[in-house]
């Protein structure tokens, strides 16, 4: 099944907006095994259009459309597309009462181009959009389907997973073996050859499968089964699971969406436990991940980012001997910081940070990229230096996620590690550093 | 002149990574006034590629290729484009030095099938790529022209901008009025539909035009200013830009690729000053942001994360009796903590975040998405409230920036306002929500 997805808009198209829409529905593709060949992106532009749609019909077993569904003069989808393989396009009440029902909800009068959305093409089976006023719709043509759905990515997402996915398995268009069952895992500090090699013969034929992705700096996976019934499905996914976690175990911090500071989170909230941090070199950065989950108040209690050395002293209690004797940038310094918020704060876990991300401020023996983290908790302290050959920003963003992973790993007693395409201070450099993921 | 983008390979047709290269390149084209008109990703295939270099060619007189240079099998770009056209390809030994240099340069031996980067298509004039191994090159095919660039986004950015740019301006591709000028100005506090209303009647016909874009709280405007000679389009373009800035006033904070930190701190560090951030709902964010400018250890002393109460009290000073008489979110605390962290600091500026992000924690008479900012400065101090009506995330984005801004106007003596389109405490909501920056 051979799959191609089209969005238009001008601002898309122009390179006003990145467009995230398409990456996103070729993931979700990958779900349930389709796999995308064609992306297209077009102006507001009837000809093009028309182009367009006749191309990815000619050529593509299954075409996703997203954008021009608005109430604008600027959103021509359902008349193109009608207008494209001679359709009327046709008054759906229904559609037209649902869209009235949603502005009588937000306690606002619809406007009369929002009438607009309720036509749509000749023979079209209508997508409900529970979230947004406009619906998406699906026609057939030439054994081609086609879905339509709106540009907003919240309301495109809601409507891929509940109107869409279920349409293309319910119409059998993933063939005889078409239930899917698939899970997203969540690795951190593991090179994504590794992960490959190490899990490369697991997942061999017989309709299981496993892809990777990389969002510096996670690693993720797609283990992926398909078979002829859901139990049968969902029992070979569970034992493809199962054998990943066993070869990976703690690199898999968690699955699905989440990430490792709702992890965190989750885990300090079920055990009420509470987490204070003291950034130097990470800036806010730790403690803005940890607060950008909702609930956060229940278990963090703050931070300090004591960019200053006096900040240091004065505000964690690091002593002045420590700063002279070691510098800023140390394993001590790092301790006290950690030792300091915690006591300041009353919490159960303090967490530090300090070192210098630059792109200036190294020395001979302090480099551009080192970076000290200590943790200290009920069951003990630990501190450790890297290095970590990156840009500022992903010298923060991996420092954030190591300090973040190491509270995780403290609470569940496995040991504190660093990433292993990473250097530890004073060794040398790992073989290999292929890959965005680390 | 009609462009096409063509971006190749299958990372970015299965949606494993999110191609902001097509934006990028799209948004630079309309700074020489070229439209694009089609973007398209196909697979790491040679026959989806011979397609889509055939398809480019009949409808585009400019096309961009990004992806496919690199030194593995799946790099195919030069080879297919070259069989599709007819063309032989051919090894050019000064990319082969170039290569063989740049190995040397970073001090490791060059793999053999590094050497495949330096053939090209018969005919191909070879882009220097300064920061990486694959030089681009450009062919011209049917009076269209084909720019291949590397998928990596740094290596492309500045290769559009060195090598792409100067030629499609050489070529005389552009028509007559062959010299472009532009700017980018930086706008925060105001909504698109009222700048566009306010600026609708500057940019009119003879050569010169303004281009909105948004990134949230952000709008951006670029006007662009074309003639036939560098002198004549340089004073176009600083005529429209004096009018701009003479409606506008302070909502611009800055011209080019620097974002409102970068500005604030640059400010900072000319006037000597310094700054210190009390964060509550803000969580970090604040901190993070003015620490992601290299060099802000200059002017940045820390902050205090006061997501606690006792936090607020015990590390900034609050006084109780507000904390009881007024709550945590009021004028009175956020006064309190923008002093305090200024005076236990030492710092010239105090600037204090506090509210309800959402999506839970709100009351009847202190809804979610209400705010208060607070700064403190030698010229004096200021705390107002806001109900910004956004998701958690969006709503930690713009108080900063709000907070930010609020730095910036104090130091060059500017009134101390809210975005527009955002509803001050207490006060009826704004007439208009239209577009994404506020």
Known sequence: VNAEILTIGDEVVRGEIVDSNKSFLAERLRTVDIECHYQVSVR????????????????????LVSGGLGPTRDDLTASVLASTFGRELLLDEASLETIRGFFGRIGRPMAENNAKQAYF??????????????????????????FCLPGVPRELARMMDEQVLPRLTARGVLG?????????LRTFGTGESTLDAELADLARGDGVDLGFRTAFPDNYLRPVARAKTAEEAEAKLAELVEAIRERLGPVIYGTGEDPLEAVVGGLLAERQQTIAVAESCTGGLLAQKL????????????????????????MLGVPEADLDAHGAVSDPVAIAMAEGVRSRFGSDFGVATTGISGPTGGTETKPVGLVHVAICWPGGSRSEGFVFPLDRERHRVLTVQLALDWVRRAMLGYALEGPTLMRKKGSAPPPTTTGAGV
Do not use: C, H
Request: net charge negative; proline share 6%; charged share 20%.
């Open 44 to 63: 507001d532009d009837p000809a093009d259009m028309t182009d367009a749609f006749r191309l990815a019909v000619s050529r593509s077993d299954v075409v």
């Open 121 to 146: 093409p000749e023979a079209a089976d209508v997508l409900l959009n529970p979230i947004g006023t406009a619906p998406g719709f699906m026609i057939e043509e030439a054994e081609t389907l086609i």
């Open 176 to 184: 005889e073996a078409s239930v899917v069952r698939t899970e997203l």
């Open 291 to 314: 607060t950008a989950v909702p609930g956060a108040s229940s278990y963090f209690l703050g931070g300090v980012v004591a960019y200053a050395n006096e900040v240091k002293v004065g």
